[in-house]
């Protein structure tokens, strides 16, 4: 096999520059699916708010944390007086 030299690249490019281009007006004809935009806007959302996002996750766990915290017995025996327990407040 000889080695192609100079002449035949510009024969090459001379050939390409010869095809017909194709419109702009087909390449519209080919948008993504419907699927497709969903995912990207999805994408797009999460990058644009993603601050917003992880601030509202942190705030919602650190609830559920507390939440589940005051909920068990032995806290609650701090706030509320036991029946025959010391009397903490005189009267």
Do not use: H
Request: aromatic residues 14%.
């Amino acid at each position: 096999m000889a080695a192609m030299g100079v002449d035949g690249a510009r024969r090459r490019r001379a050939d390409n520059s010869s095809l017909p281009q194709q419109s702009s007006s087909s390449s519209s004809l080919s948008s993504p699916s419907l699927l497709t935009r969903a995912v990207n806007s999805v994408f797009n959302f999460v990058r644009f708010a993603e601050f917003e996002i992880l601030f509202v996750l942190f705030f919602l766990v650190a609830f559920l944390i507390f939440k589940d915290l005051t909920s068990r017995p032995e806290y609650n025996d701090i706030l509320v007086k036991k029946p025959g327990g010391p009397d903490w407040w005189p009267n």
